[in-house]
């Protein structure tokens, strides 16, 4: 039977959604994963896996959810352009509902330039728009791109990224737009560290009537050091950190920084809230997960909506509980 | 000549008249314009010669010029077919190639100045059909192909 999303159930329930990411992993044991996870879902509603996060090899996306889903966890698997082509993409999106992944966000992902591997070969068969609206046809038509049937059409939440902090900014509502008409429901954008630029970006969106059509989360994380903001906005690309900010971290001494990385982030989820049309944010925290709670619960976003589901694998799931 | 000719993308607006115009030049010839005769031959070489120049055309078939802002959209090298990508540079510039202008980013500002297929900028564009690529465009135009794209992508 195919999945259904619990995201979806606490974005249409009107909370203030909160969603994480699992830092990508480098191991064969699926403990790791299962750790992490545990971290993160007591404070949010769902778990993003990254699929070859910054064009570098990892456990894959779909593995990572495929292990959440069977600990009972609630995955959006993200799933990129740049490493197959159109047949890979479909076979992985319906083994992700196979293996009960309720949740897909649908990317046209980094370059190879972005990683440890730019000697590698970029597909980019489709990109993200392609991509999203594959996925609708397969869940709505229940069939594949080329007209052929599937036996049990998936069920899928879908979404897409936007990034309204880079230019065309003019364009940017309107990329969102065609992203709805492709297929997206619900959205995570790129980290946000631009407030009055994401107020403009959601003013326009408002105007358009977006805000009703799709469920906008915003991307939030905290900067580990003035270091780590300098090296994120040399090499992630699409991640902008304006002076103000480098400004604050340079304000305090390296072992202080943390903290205000930290407090920047609490601040940034606060602001963000208040913007109308926002429905949730989407915590990156590279290499800091264990301070995710801490950042929700400082945000005043404890407790989360309990929407139980049992684990899929019973088996698997006494073992996941020791 | 060529950079001549690479300039003419800052005139969006007299590159739309001249496709609407060649294309009602053309559509008289609709019986004529089948692949894999002659025709295909002798307007293959004339898109590589003149889109080639004014474009940078890599061939792929599918023409979508009048609806991407009158710029080539296989000239990105994430071959995006429906505006930029999240990864954009402050100063416009490609996230894959720091030294272009991101290819969208042109494609955008032309496409404001297109009166006439501007509009275009804002429909979802179907997936491209990679067995067209090195065959004309204007032959899959008129006979057919490019409607079935659209057809199977439809819902
Ligand atoms: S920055 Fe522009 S040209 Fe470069 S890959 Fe992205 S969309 Fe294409």
Redesign the pocket.
């Known amino acids: 039977m195919s999945p259904s999303s619990r995201l979806e159930s606490v974005l249409r329930s009107g909370d203030f959604a909160v969603t994480a990411e699992l830092n990508p992993r480098d191991s064969a044991d699926p403990q790791v994963v299962y750790q992490q996870a545990r971290i993160l879902a007591e404070f949010s509603d769902a778990i993003n896996t990254g699929d070859g996060s910054g064009a570098n090899s990892h456990l894959s996306s779909l593995g990572m959810a495929a292990l959440l889903a069977r600990a009972g966890h609630e995955p959006v698997m993200q799933l990129g352009c740049r490493d197959r082509n159109r047949i890979a993409l479909q076979g992985e999106l319906l083994a992700a509902a196979a293996l009960g992944v309720g949740n897909v966000l649908c990317l046209t992902g980094d370059?190879v330039q972005a990683g440890d591997q730019p000697d590698a070969k970029s597909v980019f068969d489709l990109d993200s728009m392609g991509l999203l609206r594959t996925a609708r046809i397969m869940r709505g038509q229940g069939r594949f791109l080329s007209g052929r049937k599937i036996e049990i059409a998936p069920r899928w939440f879908l979404g897409a990224a936007s990034n309204p902090f880079v230019p065309p900014y003019d364009f940017r509502p309107l990329r969102l737009q065609k992203k709805i008409e492709a297929g997206a429901e619900f959205i995570q954008t790129q980290y946000c560290f631009d407030v009055p630029r994401l107020r403009q970006f959601m003013a326009r969106v408002r105007d358009m009537g977006l805000d009703e059509r799709v469920f906008i989360l915003v991307g939030v994380g905290p900067l580990r050091s003035l270091k780590s903001a300098l090296w994120m906005r040399e090499h992630v690309p699409g991640v902008v950190i304006p002076e103000s900010i480098e400004k604050r971290l340079r304000g305090v001494p390296s072992d202080k920084q943390q903290e205000q990385g930290l407090q920047i982030c609490v601040e940034i989820i606060q602001q963000v809230r208040e913007i109308p049309g926002i429905k949730g944010v989407h915590v990156m925290a590279y290499r800091q997960e264990e301070w995710v709670g801490e950042i929700v619960e400082r945000a005043g976003l404890l407790p989360r909506p309990k929407l139980a589901r049992e684990p899929l694998v019973e088996e698997e799931a006494k073992h996941v509980s020791l | 000549m060529s950079h001549i000719l690479h300039r003419l993308q800052d005139r969006p607006h007299f590159l739309e008249l001249a496709y609407r115009g060649s294309r009602r030049l053309l559509s008289p010839f609709k019986p004529w314009l089948k692949p894999g005769g002659w025709m295909e031959r002798l307007l293959i070489g004339g898109e590589e010669l003149s889109k080639g120049a004014i474009f940078g055309c890599r061939m792929c078939g599918q023409c979508v010029l009048h609806s991407t802002g009158m710029t080539c959209p296989m000239?990105?090298?994430?071959e995006?077919r429906n505006?930029?990508?999240g990864?954009?540079?402050l100063d416009g510039?490609?996230?894959?190639?720091p030294e272009?202008l991101?290819?969208?980013?042109q494609a955008w500002e032309r496409s404001k100045r297109m009166p006439t297929y501007g509009g275009e900028f804002l429909r979802v564009l179907p997936t491209l059909d990679r067995r067209l690529s090195g065959s004309s465009a204007w032959i899959n135009d008129f006979s057919g192909e490019i409607e079935n794209i659209e057809t199977s992508w439809r819902e």
């Open positions: 370059g | 000239t990105c090298p994430k995006m505006g930029p990508c990864g954009v540079r510039h490609c996230e894959v190639i272009m991101c290819v969208w980013t």
